[in-house]
């Protein structure tokens, strides 16, 4: 049933490897699955909705780590993505066996840890090329377009444990293609690694902030929409689904992306409307716009950091660490601001995400990249 998105991403004909291509797309469904998780975990274990964020913490806490030390430790070869698929499927299976809360916390660690793998190699494969990226990029959209609705009603209808069955399962389908998977980056030889410049240091902080404030909205969308904004847990999906559709078309643009830092900011503005305005309309609307605002200024980031940066390869890892590290912080800020109320995890959240926005545009504005040789730490 969930196989459905990566079907269709095939027929798109991208140009990475379709190892890389299936592996993305099904930790992409992992991630995706997180923010209805939150209220179906909360159910099942009988655990307060703001406790339950701690179980996409831990997620991408292993993410996090594993974004940062693998550029350092491991080379992005066929057989570390086989093990990022097998310990994703093992931690899937688990989550749905165990049944204590605590337990299911560890497991959806080590689940990150597999994210992080997979991760790590789709963008060292790609970092760098424009083109590449924007097949990266355009998988996160389109499989959550589809995969939204049927996840909430997986949950809906099943429970959360049939869920994390249908997520262990679907790590087997890239393992198809390992073995015909040839990555690029492999060849490249090892290198020392490098401090980042000053700029890349600032736009690597102003990522870490945008992910800490958007993920601290965003794991607690759904039950926004559901608390409240009034709205079904099916509809609630279909707006998921809608700013994941949103971001398509601006994740496969080719063109180039002045001033990315706009649309970080407005994807900002978007997260302060979702938890203050508790209106269907505005719900309806801001998801949708923060998907396309998302997908049309992250990639425009990375090329900004590959631009202000004299080793570009170093800092994709660096740049996918730091994001998950803000994700890992958003969701237990976002948890202590929406027991206190949804406007507050609003101001908050959405101000973060608006002022590091702001940051980038006066990062790409006033430090340009002939300058960068005069840098301290390049």
């Known amino acids: 049933m969930l196989q459905a998105p990566v079907r269709l991403l095939f027929a798109l004909k991208p140009k990475i490897p379709a190892g890389v291509l299936a592996a993305t797309a099904v930790s992409t469904v992992v991630f995706a699955a997180t923010p209805f998780l939150v209220k179906g975990v909360a159910v099942d274990q009988n655990v307060n909705v703001s406790t339950v964020a701690v179980i996409s913490t831990a997620q991408l806490a292993g993410f996090m780590l594993t974004s940062w030390g693998a550029g350092r430790l491991l080379r992005p070869r066929r057989r570390v993505m086989v093990i990022a698929l097998l310990l994703g499927l093992l931690a899937n299976a688990a989550s749905a066996l165990t049944p204590w809360f605590s337990l299911l916390v560890g497991i959806r660690f080590v689940s990150g840890v597999s994210l992080g793998l997979i ?16 097949d990266v990029a355009v998988i996160g959209p389109i499989v959550g377009t589809i995969s939204a609705p049927l996840i909430a009603t997986v949950i809906d209808v099943s429970g959360t444990d049939l869920l994390f069955l249908v997520l262990a399962g679907l790590h087997l389908l890239p393992l198809a293609f390992v073995r015909e998977t040839h990555l690029e980056a492999a060849a490249r030889p090892h290198r020392e690694r490098h401090r980042p410049t000053r700029a890349a240091t600032a736009i690597l902080i102003c990522l870490g902030l945008t992910t800490l404030g958007g993920s601290a909205v965003f794991v607690f969308a759904a039950v926004i929409g559901q608390d409240d904004v009034g709205l079904s847990a099916l509809a609630v999906s279909f707006a998921f689904s809608a700013n994941a559709l949103a971001g398509a078309p601006s994740a496969r643009y080719r063109g180039a992306r002045p001033l990315p830092g706009v649309w970080m900011t407005l994807t900002g503005v978007c997260a302060l409307l979702i938890a203050t305005v508790h209106q ?8 949708p716009t923060w998907g396309f605002a998302f997908w049309m200024g992250i990639p425009g980031v990375y090329s900004l950091l590959a631009e202000r940066s004299h080793y570009p390869e170093e ?64």
């Open 315 to 378: 800092r994709a890892g660096d740049a996918q660490a730091i994001m998950a590290a803000g994700r890992v912080i958003g969701p237990l800020l976002g948890g202590a601001l929406y027991a206190w109320s949804a406007p507050a995890l609003g101001i908050v959240g959405g101000g973060v995400m608006a002022l590091s926005g702001l940051g980038m545009i006066y990062v790409e504005w006033r430090i340009r990249p002939e300058v960068l040789g005069d840098l301290v730490g390049a």
């Open 119 to 134: 991760s790590w190699i789709a963008w060292s494969e790609v970092f760098g090329n424009d083109e590449k990226v924007g």
């Open 280 to 287: 269907p309309l505005v719900f309806w609307l801001a998801l």
